[in-house]
């Protein structure tokens, strides 16, 4: 079995900074390339029901999406530092949209042949079994496998 490619998406979560870490070390024993990837969720800001995208004010919505951009930026930077150890080919990818629909794309645009993320990420429900990102994953439609690295 080849491994080339390996995606892991982050949300800058303990769990996922784990998963991370697990992803960089598969890729330097496979000689794998690996791709993070953060997917800021627009709709937890716009395009309620009660107050539409297109009436959310851009003053408001700017500012956000920049901070939100900043932080992502800033997580994914944190595992490049981590990667000084491994020197695994790495590269960050942002995208807007629901994250579960956004990493399956990604993962295939990509061509990765491995999916590497957390059981959990940034939610305090600290009681569910399987965070809800992770669980849509696991249930696409593809055949990518996909590796889930406990909290
Ligand atoms: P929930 O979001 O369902 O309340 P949670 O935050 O604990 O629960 P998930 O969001 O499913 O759990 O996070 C599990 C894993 O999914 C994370 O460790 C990370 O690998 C990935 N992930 C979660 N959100 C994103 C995101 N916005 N972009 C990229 N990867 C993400
Ligand atoms: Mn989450």
């Known amino acids: 079995m080849l491994i080339s490619h390996i995606l892991v998406p982050t949300d800058g979560s303990d769990t996922a900074r784990k998963a991370a870490a697990y992803g960089l070390e598969l890729a330097a024993l496979t000689h794998a ?8 969720d627009r709709s937890v800001f716009v395009g309620r029901p009660s107050v539409p995208a297109s009436e959310t004010p851009t003053e408001i919505v700017e500012p956000l999406e920049d901070f939100l951009k900043q932080a992502a930026q ?4 944190e595992i490049e530092t981590l990667n000084e150890q491994y020197q695994v080919p790495l590269r960050q990818i942002i995208r807007y949209g629901h994250p579960v629909e956004q ?19 940034r939610s305090a429900l600290e009681a569910a079994l399987l965070g809800s990102v992770t669980f849509g994953v696991v249930h696409k439609d593809t055949t990518i496998p996909i590796l889930i690295v406990r909290k």
């Open 33 to 40: 390339t690996v791709t993070l990837l953060t997917v800021i």
């Open 74 to 77: 800033s997580d994914m930077d």
């Open 103 to 121: 990493i399956i794309s990604e993962a295939e645009t990509c061509g990765a042949d491995m999916i590497v993320m957390g059981s959990h990420g």
